[in-house]
């Protein structure tokens, strides 16, 4: 058993926990199968969920490491929320990454400094870990908009193309998502939506 770390790290550990609570109430523009707004909590569950229940058919992807970068890739929406991506203009790496130095400035350093290291890993996809966790972030997206019960002028064409090269990266990813897209395009059309 380890020695308990010294008092200021406790409260520097419960300072973080408390600054990231906010990503429960951070709303995303997915909607549940009730129509309530997901939120990125939620989203960040059902991506790790996926990554483990997959981890069989993923040989070689480091399950623990691929896990860390998902529980903390959307972790800076605690700070300035999520942006839809239709709606993203241009690159906000830098002001999602000076959220989660927000952040992690509450915890100690050399925790802070290893979570940051995986927050750019994410962001560069600099490891297969990384580039998984990016198409099983898409991926987990996509398949909530087909379980939603969205708005009537929700755009699915959009999602048709979206977050592709992520997904497409991975082979499991990219057949999962396949008869995800087959549904997607049925309910474009169901909506009305012209563009298909």
């Not at 903390?72 to 239709?86: C, K, N, T």
């Not at 050399?110 to 490891?127: F, G, H, I, K």
Request: charged letters at 30%; aromatic letters at 6%.
């Amino acid at each position: 058993m380890s020695e308990l770390p010294p008092a200021e790290d406790l409260s520097a550990y419960l300072a973080f926990f408390r600054a990231v609570e906010p990503l429960k109430d951070t709303l995303r523009s997915g909607f549940t199968a009730q129509g309530r707004p997901e939120s990125t909590a939620e989203h960040t569950w059902r991506a790790c969920l996926m990554a483990l229940v997959l981890e069989d058919r993923l040989p070689g992807i480091d399950l623990k490491r691929l896990l860390q970068i998902l529980i903390i890739h959307d972790l800076g929406e605690a700070v300035s929320g999520d942006i839809p991506a239709p709606e993203q203009r241009g690159d906000k790496s830098d002001d999602e990454r000076a959220d989660m130095e927000s952040l992690l400035g509450h915890l100690p350093q050399p925790v802070a400094e290893r979570l940051l290291a995986l927050w750019d890993e994410y962001n560069s996809a600099s490891s297969p870990e990384a580039r998984l966790a990016k198409g099983i972030d898409r991926l987990e997206t996509v398949l909530q908009h087909t379980q939603g019960r969205n708005p009537p002028d929700f755009d699915y064409f959009f999602n048709l193309g979206y977050g592709r090269q992520h997904t497409d990266a991975h082979p499991l990813i990219r057949e999962l998502r396949r008869p995800v897209d087959t549904e997607t395009e049925q309910l474009s059309r169901l909506s009305g939506d012209q563009k298909t």
